[in-house]
């Protein structure tokens, strides 16, 4: 067994496919460049302690064999149930201390995500269990539903295999797709989004109406598949207009909001192949694909709609040992 390790895994930006991919649709994700770290350390007395600045949790501890049980901070809760869920299957007969940073956990780049990403294949390494990413996968997506009763598991998918993958529900298919990065302008709303209760006001929204719901649901599903093509072949207008196309879908579902359908007007109109917000919607992130040209010109105009321009690499490497 190992001390000490430093794990570091990415945060997401959905691309296509949100909310359709909670109910057995497809979605595509990209890992982006602002990573999660965390460091796991094994102690002698069997506590469990948590270290989270970025999200308020400072000085936390508790019994190990309370992981998961009661009250818990915010903060701790993807921390806290990665441990109690893997340990759970594989037991450490000590304890531990996990110490997380991450600087972008207002974005919606998914930190909650890359911290349990980075909690499972942590204490794989620390048993010296080396389980592969289907495993690590099936790990963290049990942890996701722990924790949040609702998600797909895309944004724990990209953390771990990192790149960018046409993603099923649940991880029914991960395919990574052999792209190179994409040219995105990502905008943000400086609204942080709760992704739980928007997937909670969706439902409530379409109650009685599910056959509308599925329908929806299945023409964003149809044009994914079509996206995923254009991806392949480096197609960037058949893209944008997949893009465009998506964020009709998902005005439908009511999950934009005026800002960012102010930040997403502004980018087509200052010449980007297509735009849309990315994720749960009512805030966080808009991504506008852009050729080189237009770039400067698609960025300036999301300020000029009132949205900070974020720089970000994205389909970048999954989870990896650091130290
Ligand atoms: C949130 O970023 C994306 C959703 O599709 C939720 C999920 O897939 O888990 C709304």
């Not at 990415?10 to 890992?31: D, Q, S, W």
């Not at 948590?50 to 818990?72: C, F, H, N, R, W």
């Not at 009709?248 to 297509?274: C, N, P, Y």
């Amino acid at each position: 067994m190992k001390e000490k390790v430093e794990v570091s895994a990415p945060g997401k930006l959905m691309l296509l496919g949100e909310h359709a991919v909670v109910y057995n649709r497809p979605c595509i994700v990209t890992a982006v460049g602002q990573r999660m770290h965390a460091t796991l350390e094994v102690t002698d007395e069997k506590i469990l302690s948590i270290e989270a600045p970025d999200v308020q949790v400072t000085g936390y501890t508790k019994l190990m064999s309370e992981a998961g049980k009661g009250e818990i901070p915010k903060g701790a809760r993807f921390v806290e149930m990665a441990v109690k869920n893997f340990t759970n299957q594989h037991p450490i007969p000590n304890g531990l201390r996990v110490t997380t940073r991450s600087g972008f956990s207002e974005f919606g780049f998914g930190s909650s995500s890359a911290s349990i990403v980075c909690v499972t294949k942590g204490l794989s390494e620390i048993l010296g269990l080396g389980l592969d990413n289907r495993s690590l996968f099936n790990l963290s997506y049990q942890t996701v539903l722990g924790v949040q009763g609702t998600g797909s598991g895309f944004d724990v998918a990209a953390g771990i295999y990192g790149g960018t993958l046409y993603f099923f529900t649940g991880g029914k298919e991960i395919e990574p797709l052999e792209i190179e990065s994409l040219p995105l302008v990502v905008g943000y709303t400086g609204i942080k989004a709760d992704t739980t209760e928007i997937i909670r006001e969706v439902a409530q929204r379409f109650e009685g109406q599910s056959q509308l719901l599925n329908i929806l649901y299945d023409q964003i599903s149809t044009l994914v598949k079509k996206a995923r093509v254009s991806l392949k072949l480096r197609d960037w207008t058949g893209l944008g207009d997949w893009m465009n196309y998506n964020q009709e879908f998902l005005t439908k579902l009511g999950v934009s909001s005026q800002k960012l359908d102010d930040m997403i007007a502004a980018a087509r109109r200052a010449g980007a192949f297509g735009a849309k917000l990315s994720g749960a919607g009512g805030g966080d992130c808009m991504i506008a694909l852009v050729a080189d040209e237009t770039r400067e010109k698609v960025a300036e105009a999301i300020i000029q709609a009132g949205g900070q321009v974020i720089n970000v690499d994205n389909n970048v490497e999954g989870a990896r040992i650091e130290s």
